[in-house]
């Protein structure tokens, strides 16, 4: 499978790390600790409101946008997110291009449980440990990617999702990745409107999938979405909830920003 130049390099520091990992926290050790872990929120409860869900994102650095914030306050970040409509929180635990960090995933799990928020965790899939380590770390949710995995691998990855009880976001850029999406029983889709080969976004993208997902599935839009406006065009094509971050972060009154952002009505 050949991939754009920065994916490759993400993909191929995953693998050196996820061994590293292994090494020092082996997989029975964490299956260990998932015994004694109580379950988090439930990630499909954001899609029983009336309303389009957000999931605000949480990102030291982009692929795209190269660092954003050097240092963040993690608690101040998720409790604005929280208290003015955020339905669920995102946070980015790769390393090499995004500065993230597993133990990123666990603070931030540690706060949103007190709200009964679902916590999304953003990495580059390529492993089972990487499932079975996120839920241990408090994930209700985790980001499975359909481009970077063979048949085989997903379906595997899909199957560990299930036995540890984390709701995967199966994640599609092409019509082809929709449909392989759509062969094993899944219950939420995520149309990337961003192609991770050359990082050019366009909405598009989700134009042009979201409508083909079957209506008893939960669609959810990321990448490229700045304002309402955008969230109202996805929203029109079926759009259940948005992923939003980088445009949220930047922006000098967050408060109001994702206020506006929650508040759109869904189409469905």
Avoid: W
């Amino acid at each position: 499978m050949k991939y754009g130049p920065v994916l490759e390099d993400i993909l191929l520091n995953k693998s050196r790390l996820i061994e590293e990992s292994k090494r020092h926290n082996p997989i029975v050790k964490i299956e260990k600790l998932l015994e004694t872990t109580n379950p988090p929120p439930e990630f499909k409860s954001i899609f029983h409101s009336d309303s389009v869900s957000l999931i605000a994102e949480i990102k030291r650095s982009s692929a795209s946008a190269g660092k954003i914030f050097a240092d963040l306050n993690l608690n101040e970040i998720v409790s604005t997110y929280v208290e003015n409509g955020a339905s669920a929180i995102s946070i980015l635990t790769e390393k090499t291009r995004f500065s993230g960090d597993i133990n990123d995933l666990t603070e931030v799990s540690s706060i949103t449980k007190l709200s009964n928020t679902p916590t999304l965790q953003k990495d580059f899939v390529i492993d089972e440990y990487q499932v079975v380590e996120g839920r241990a770390n408090g994930a209700s949710a985790i980001l499975v990617i359909v481009s970077i995995l063979s048949e085989q691998d997903f379906k595997k990855i899909i199957d560990t999702c299930k036995s540890v009880d984390i709701t995967p976001l199966v994640e599609v850029f092409t019509e082809e990745e929709l449909n392989l999406a759509l062969s094993v029983d899944i219950e939420v889709i995520g149309i990337n409107n961003r192609n991770l080969n050359n990082l050019e976004t366009s909405l598009k993208v989700f134009e042009n999938l979201g409508p083909k997902v079957p209506k008893e599935k939960f669609v959810i839009a990321e990448s490229g979405l700045k304002k309402v406006q955008d969230v109202e065009l996805m929203a029109e094509c079926g759009a259940d909830a948005v992923l939003i971050g980088e445009s949220i972060l930047k922006n000098s009154d967050m408060p109001s920003l994702i206020n506006q952002l929650s508040s759109v009505k869904k189409c469905k």
